[in-house]
């Protein structure tokens, strides 16, 4: 049985049609207040996966998801597994300055006391948060969808990760699609404000790293020349990292750039921003909701659950 909160409904339907499931309608609404009340309509099975993203509006999707756990439990389920495919607040794993709030913690903490028996997530940004849990976890790729999307809307292409921290992301698609990838250095300078500069890919590695170099095709900017370049990010937030990866990458002769992100955050008029850059589409999954979650996960999450 399959439980959709309302940030997540259409992609747990389709997780639950990919799954030949049965899917448990809910209700949910604001009080005139403002406080949430959620109801579970019809009988709910001994075990039962929940599916509900995190994202805008942050803490009242995870209000929502807690009372779903727990209003779970107390109805008699006895193995909850927890779908969460974009983790909000996961970017705060750790205490940046004095005193902060480990956000990211404190979220995996309340999820899992509230009666979760297994939780499930997608390209978490940092890997580490699993570790604030002490039942199962998992963090599954989304680059397998995404490098089926890209081979339909290119030819002949070169992935880009925007930052070192993408490269990752950028390597998967490339060993995937059987093509090259590079990627560039970012410095944040502050929450909306980055500044992207380009790399050598061969001197930034170490020496004993060069062998997986080779292997994963990885080649400096320049050729990007004349190709297909298409960026990959885990998260579009203000679009700023992709704006300055698209402007290099046109310096450097791309002949179109495509942008493919997992998590379609998308603050304000991001889009826009990154169609103005010269972007000829953007792509999100639907771990969010959004114009451009046009890549669904829903069959990485089924086959996760199977
Ligand atoms: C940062 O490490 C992430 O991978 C993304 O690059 C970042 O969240 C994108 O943010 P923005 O769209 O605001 O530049």
Do not use: W
């Not at 290119?154 to 998967?172: N, R, Y």
């Amino acid at each position: 049985m399959i439980i959709g909160g309302s940030a997540s409904q259409k992609l747990a339907a389709n997780v639950a049609r990919e799954l030949g499931d049965v899917l448990c309608p809910i209700e949910t609404k604001k009080f005139p207040d403002g406080e949430r009340y959620l109801r579970i309509k019809g009988e709910i099975d001994k075990e039962v996966t929940v599916i509900q993203s995190t994202g805008f509006p942050q803490d009242e999707n995870l209000i929502e998801l807690l009372f779903l756990i727990r209003n779970l439990k107390s109805l008699g389920a006895e193995h909850i597994k927890v779908v969460v495919p974009y983790l909000g607040y996961g970017r705060q794993e750790k205490r940046f300055k004095d005193g902060e709030a480990v956000s990211a913690q404190i979220v995996s903490n309340l999820i899992e006391s509230s009666g979760a028996n297994e939780f499930i997530s997608i390209n978490l940004h940092e890997d580490s948060v699993r570790d604030f849990f002490e039942i199962p976890t998992a963090n599954i790729s989304a680059m397998p969808p995404i490098a089926d999307y890209i081979s339909e809307i290119t030819e002949d292409p070169i992935i880009i990760a925007p930052d070192k921290g993408a490269l990752g992301f950028a390597e998967e698609i490339a060993e995937i699609l059987g093509c090259s990838c590079t990627y560039m250095s970012k410095v944040r300078l502050g929450p909306d404000k980055v500044e992207t500069k380009i790399v050598d890919v061969h001197s930034d590695f170490a020496s004993d790293e060069l062998d997986s170099i080779k292997k994963n095709s990885k080649v400096n900017i320049d050729s990007v020349n004349g190709k297909e370049a298409v960026i990959i990010d885990d998260i579009i937030a203000t679009g700023g990292t992709i704006v300055n990866a698209i402007g290099i990458l046109k310096e450097h002769g791309a002949k179109s750039v495509d942008v493919c992100c997992v998590h379609p955050v998308l603050v304000n008029d991001a889009v826009l921003k990154i169609f103005a850059a010269g972007a000829r589409n953007v792509a999100g999954t639907d771990t969010l909701k959004s114009d451009v979650s046009d890549i669904s996960v829903a069959r990485i999450i089924a086959d996760a659950l199977k």
